[in-house]
């Protein structure tokens, strides 16, 4: 069964950087389709970054020219390098699989962002 983590959440100051992995396991059937989402308390979920199995990203305009998606895929991961962090990226993040038909989620990590 295909099952997605996330790793690399933690605290950091505003201005830092972190990097946060995605690690998929199990047998996609091929190339895949990555999202990184954040969801913020009593804000809706938001999409933030994306890799198509071709290797082309797309950034939410909040992100855009501070985040960047990647893969690797001698090591199967795909991370997302945050830069210029500030308050409002404070959140948990998910990754999202997606290949054919079908999806796995990962349970998150948080992010948190302090002055």
């Known amino acids: 069964q295909v099952q997605v983590a996330e790793f690399g959440g933690g605290l950091v100051q505003a201005g830092g950087s972190l990097r946060l992995a995605c690690v998929t396991s199990?047998?996609?059937?091929?190339?895949?389709?990555h999202y990184w989402y954040r969801k913020a308390p009593g804000k809706q979920r938001e999409w933030v970054a994306s890799?198509?199995?071709?290797?082309?990203?797309y950034y939410a305009d909040d992100v855009k020219g501070r985040f960047t998606i990647l893969r690797d895929n001698v090591e199967n991961t795909v991370y997302l390098q945050m830069n210029s962090l500030n308050a409002g990226d404070t959140a948990v993040y998910s990754c999202?699989?997606?290949?054919?038909?079908?999806?796995?989620w990962g349970q998150g990590t948080q992010v948190t962002v302090s002055s």
């Open positions: 999202n699989t997606k290949w054919g038909p079908y999806e796995a």
């Open positions: 199990g047998d996609t059937n091929g190339l895949w389709t």
């Open positions: 890799i198509t199995a071709g290797g082309i990203t």
